[in-house]
């Protein structure tokens, strides 16, 4: 089965630095990479995904990309404010009848002011 | 729109009691799959339903197991709880189509066995 490898597992960075959290999987038939963000209490909310036939994916501050050669995908976040501070999930879509969602271990990430 | 509604939001059991959690999915949405999280860790798969039925199953005992309703909604019921049964428990729902990749969460219900 699909395994998906998350790095790090903690990181700080100042207001207005910005992030960036790296991702692996093992499975060259998924094709479906999406990244999660989830706050104390709640259940993840996605922020941004990538399929993969597209190498790089914007949105304002949040940006994808994904290396299916490498096996590998990453989030950047510019311009970290207070309020990405939250722990961020990637995860990864096999296709076929298979179709399961396989999450990383998460980055905690702390936008200090 | 509502989306993912989970219930209850939280719950106490005793070990060796049983438990059923309940979701009813994103309207539009067809297929409903169980998430097991605990504490500080990524969700773990335990289920997918679709048209009532067991579609696939995670790495999971057999204490594990649930339920479809006509209107697509869902049972999680878990049987002779365990003290590492204790997490967070995801419903999230999609729609079971080769185009169509998006996954709903709710937000979860979190489960404490004592």
């Known amino acids: 089965g699909e395994n998906v490898e998350q790095h790090p597992s903690t990181l700080s960075v100042q207001e207005g630095d910005s992030a960036v959290i790296k991702c692996t999987y093992s499975d060259s038939a998924s094709n479906y990479f999406p990244w999660y963000k989830q706050e104390l209490g709640k259940g993840p909310q996605l922020i941004i995904d990538i399929r993969s036939n597209v190498g790089e994916k914007k949105d304002q501050r949040i940006a994808v990309t994904l290396n299916k050669t490498a096996k590998h995908f990453s989030l950047h976040i510019t311009e970290t404010q207070p309020e990405d501070s939250a722990v961020y999930f990637c995860?990864?879509?096999?296709?076929?009848?298979?179709?399961?969602?396989?999450f990383g271990s998460g980055t905690q990430l702390t936008v200090l002011p | 729109d509502a989306g993912v509604t989970q219930s209850p939001t939280h719950l106490i059991k005793t070990r060796g009691q049983q438990v059923t959690l309940r979701c009813s999915p994103k309207s539009g949405h067809d297929t409903v799959s169980w998430y097991q999280q605990a504490l500080g860790q990524g969700p773990q798969f335990i289920f997918q339903y679709y048209e009532e039925e067991e579609r696939q199953r995670g790495n999971f005992p057999d204490r594990f197991s649930g339920h479809q309703f006509p209107n697509y909604s869902s049972e999680l019921n878990v049987n002779a709880l365990l003290l590492g049964d204790s997490a967070l428990y995801l419903c999230a729902s999609s729609l079971l189509d080769r185009d169509s990749y998006g996954y709903t969460f709710g937000s979860g219900t979190r489960l404490t066995v004592v």
């Open positions: 995860a990864a879509l096999t296709s076929g009848s298979a179709r399961q969602l396989t």
